[in-house]
């Protein structure tokens, strides 16, 4: 289970709440959250940040699942981060092992940030991100910012030229 509870200039802008696949926005989402939190089950990190960075944790709850339950033990993590970057992504990439998890923010190409649930400083280095990597049991997760996954773009299909010239026509 994650919660986000997004806010600029102090007002909520949004809420978040994903349970496995099931993801609540909104109303259902704080009323989730609200239960959890009134009950004692919840445990609620306030962390102010940049509006950019409040984007990217709105990438990481709500974006599509682009390449979904990857592991460690058969992925290059370090590649498939430099690759995302050289295609300008923008989303995120979290990675959870046993010794913890961690996340990479980012936009357009460029590292916004990264943390881990060890430190939970955000960092402008993805090294202890990478890190984790080294479990092979570690589940990798890549989430983009678009609403859906960013599917290539088909080649364009040429038209048939018509087969009888046009100047025939005149001679008839």
């Not at 190409?109 to 990264?114: I, P, R, V």
Request: one cysteine or more; glycine letters at 6%.
């Amino acid at each position: 289970m994650n919660g986000i509870l997004l806010f600029r200039n102090g007002k909520m802008i949004d809420c978040l709440w994903r349970d496995h696949e099931v993801l609540l926005q909104g109303e259902p989402a704080e009323a989730r959250a609200r239960n959890l939190m009134d009950s004692g089950e919840a445990v609620v990190d306030i962390v102010d940040l940049q509006a950019e960075l409040v984007d990217s944790l709105h990438h990481l709850a709500s974006g599509a699942a682009t390449y979904p339950e990857m592991y460690a033990s058969w992925v290059n993590f370090e590649g498939l981060v430099t690759f995302l970057k050289q295609q300008s992504f923008t989303g995120t990439i979290s990675i959870k092992s046993t010794s913890g998890g961690g996340v990479l923010m980012i936009r357009h190409g460029e590292l916004d940030g990264a943390f881990t649930t060890n430190s939970r400083e955000l960092s402008t280095d993805e090294k202890e991100v990478l890190a984790l990597a080294d479990d092979p049991e570690a589940r990798i997760e890549v989430r983009s910012a678009h609403a859906e996954p960013v599917l290539p773009r088909q080649p364009e299909v040429e038209q048939p030229i018509d087969s009888v010239p046009v100047f025939s026509e005149v001679n008839n």
